[in-house]
């Protein structure tokens, strides 16, 4: 009796084995090196990040250094009748350039990013250009990237360009090409000193929404800062800054008798620039989506204006003392080469203007005399930047004195660039169990402050929100700047819930912002931490970032990334864990056959990503992951935004 229950009692064991055998996860790797550590060349490091060399030069030739974007997709768009930045786009990277317009450095982007547009909107930048990444790098020389447009169409013309009869040209022999570029430009650029070029941009633009009409309406007063009196012989030229306009306008003076009033019938316009417009600027025919240049003009791009002597019916070098300098704009007034009516003229003596609306401000650089700032408006905005010129004068003490100077701008001190993503977790780690990639999931956004001079990191603000939890444990997070020592933290400050500290005992600052992530959900944290000027390759985002579960011991990090030193060294290499310490390889398992390897935790760079389906692998809620990891990363770089 007791040898036939042994027997029931070793069948039931056994069919209990079997059954327990065939409800094991069988994409869990089940052979025989399931712990056995990875070796570098097996590794794939799960991140959806790239390097990317950039290397930018402005080729400037004074000291003037700059602030650069790179947007994935092209920032500007129409509004109204100007081009103006999509504030809703955010740039992927900023930086400032040296003080010779260059810059050189090792960005990281996400990785589906092919190609990405440079913009700048400081005088003298071309802006935007589309770039493509090749090879893992990103290149740009403006000098070089100029002669490439140029040498399509740099001929003049044969003179068959047409203007309206109350236009005077300058000389009989001045034609301009199909782009408008005049054939009286001066040979070299005169770009003025850059405490100017930082005015006129900071001027000539909306601020917070407000406009020169709103914030300096006193210069809109009875002309006083649209017209230049004449006191002493000199000569003048005029020369272009930028233009924001949607149109592409000419640009003309006319001159009276100072103390008089002009009218329309009593000056004579003379052409200066058949088309105020940059060279990058361009129009999309909206059948064809063919995209063609409209411009020609760059910063420094000179013309030497000359005086209509009325009563001897010649042009003369000098303009004499005792004349007063007028400007006009034909808006819309270049198409297809020839100088036309388009939207009509706009003067800037207001009374000349059919809605009596200054057109055009005019501001003296208070340093010296002989330059004058001066903005076009072309239509109803009145942001005074449609074209942008300065007028360079040629003798000291030769306009009249007085009137509103261009107001002083201190050269950028700093620039920012902010990362974002969304961290996900498996809270299972040694094992791999259900592979939801849901357990524990992070938003973030994280803001680098660098000073421009120095192009050192001086401040990072970090903002934190847990919005899931699927995971059934008790799972704390936090994050260390890896890459530093302590010391070069000078103060770390938490808004948000409480319980957050700064934890002691570590190489390297760490920073926990909560222990249960149940008693958190949905609450932001923003983490403001002043550093000690380091380099922006030791503090990018999300630096390292980790979740640590029933206890502080059990860290769950990205793959690749050290544990802290809080952390219990014995679990790995434990159930499912085949990470290689020697080898610098963490937070990593064996998989089934087709994707080989899986991680336990994956930085998302996107705010939108969907929590992935419970209990339900990731690879099934995101097809594209499997290829992704099978090719280590080289295709299906944009898995995340494909939802099952």
Not at 553 to 563: D, F, G, I, K, W
Request: charged fraction near 20%; include cysteine; charge should be negative.
């Amino acid at each position: 009796m007791k040898q036939r229950k042994m027997k029931q009692l070793a069948l039931v064991s056994l069919v209990s084995a079997l059954v327990l055998s065939s409800c094991a996860d069988k994409d869990v790797y089940q052979g025989e090196r399931k712990n056995e550590p990875l070796k570098p060349t097996e590794v794939f490091d799960f991140n959806l990040m790239q390097q990317v060399k950039v290397n930018v030069d402005y080729g400037f030739t004074n000291d003037y250094y700059i602030i650069f974007d790179l947007y994935s997709q092209n920032p500007m768009k129409k509004e109204d009748d100007s081009w103006v930045k999509d504030e809703s786009l955010s740039p992927v990277y900023s930086a400032p350039t040296d003080k010779k317009g260059r810059y050189s450095g090792t960005i990281q982007i996400p990785s589906d990013i092919t190609e990405v547009w440079l913009y700048s909107d400081y005088p003298g930048a071309v802006s935007p250009v589309k770039l493509t990444i090749s090879n893992g790098a990103l290149n740009y020389n403006q000098v070089d990237y100029i002669a490439s447009l140029q040498a399509k169409t740099r001929g003049i013309t044969s003179g068959n360009h047409s203007y309206l009869d109350d236009w005077m040209l300058i000389s009989e022999k001045v034609d301009w090409d199909a782009y408008g570029l005049p054939s009286n430009i001066e040979e070299n650029l005169s770009v003025p000193p850059a405490e100017i070029l930082y005015s006129i941009q900071d001027t000539y633009s909306k601020i917070n929404g407000k406009k020169i009409k709103d914030l300096h309406p006193e210069w809109l007063n009875n002309n006083t800062t649209s017209e230049i009196k004449i006191i002493k012989d000199t000569e003048l030229s005029l020369v272009f800054i930028s233009s924001g306009a949607n149109f592409n306008n000419t640009v003309g003076y006319f001159t009276y008798p100072t103390g008089t009033v002009p009218t329309p019938a009593t000056i004579q316009k003379i052409l200066a620039f058949p088309n105020a417009s940059p060279i990058s600027k361009t129009s999309t025919d909206k059948e064809t989506q063919v995209v063609t240049r409209t411009g020609a003009l760059l910063c420094g791009h000179e013309v030497k204006l000359k005086y209509w002597n009325q009563a001897e019916q010649k042009f003369e070098n000098k303009f004499p003392a005792g004349v007063t300098v007028g400007w006009c704009l034909q808006a819309m007034g270049f198409n297809s080469g020839n100088i036309v009516n388009g939207m009509g003229i706009r003067y800037s003596y207001s009374s000349m203007n059919s809605d009596n609306s200054q057109r055009v401000v005019a501001l003296r650089d208070g340093s010296t005399d002989q330059i004058v700032a001066i903005g076009f408006e072309d239509n109803t905005d009145f942001d005074y930047c449609d074209a942008t010129f300065y007028l360079k004068i040629a003798e000291s003490n030769a306009v009249e004195p007085g009137g509103p100077e261009l107001p002083p701008v201190n050269p950028p001190s700093n620039v920012t660039t902010t990362y974002r993503g969304t961290l996900a977790y498996e809270d299972q780690w040694p094992a791999q169990k259900d592979y939801d990639m849901n357990d524990v999931m992070m938003t973030y956004q994280s803001t680098l402050y660098r000073n421009v001079v120095s192009g050192k990191i001086y401040k990072i603000v970090d903002e934190f929100i847990p919005i899931h939890n699927g995971g059934t444990y008790t799972c704390g997070f936090g994050y260390q700047l890896h890459n530093i020592e302590t010391n070069r933290v000078r103060s770390v400050d938490v808004s948000g819930p409480a319980g957050w500290r700064v934890e002691e005992g570590h190489s390297h600052p760490t920073v926990i912002l909560f222990d249960d992530i149940r008693s958190v959900l949905n609450q932001k944290f923003t983490v403001t931490i002043e550093l000690a000027d380091v380099e922006s390759s030791q503090v990018t985002p999300p630096y390292n970032p980790f979740i640590f579960v029933n206890g502080r011991s059990t860290e769950v990090h990205l793959v690749n990334y050290a544990p802290t030193n809080k952390a219990d060294m014995s679990l790995f290499n434990t159930k499912d864990d085949v990470s290689n310490i020697d080898a610098g390889i963490y937070y990593i398992a064996r998989y089934q056959e087709e994707i080989n390897i899986m991680p336990f935790a994956i930085n998302l760079p996107t705010l939108d990503f969907e929590v992935p389906t419970e209990y339900v692998k990731i690879y099934d809620t995101y097809p594209g992951f499997i290829d992704w990891v099978k090719s280590k990363g080289t295709t299906n770089k944009d898995w995340y935004k494909k939802k099952k």
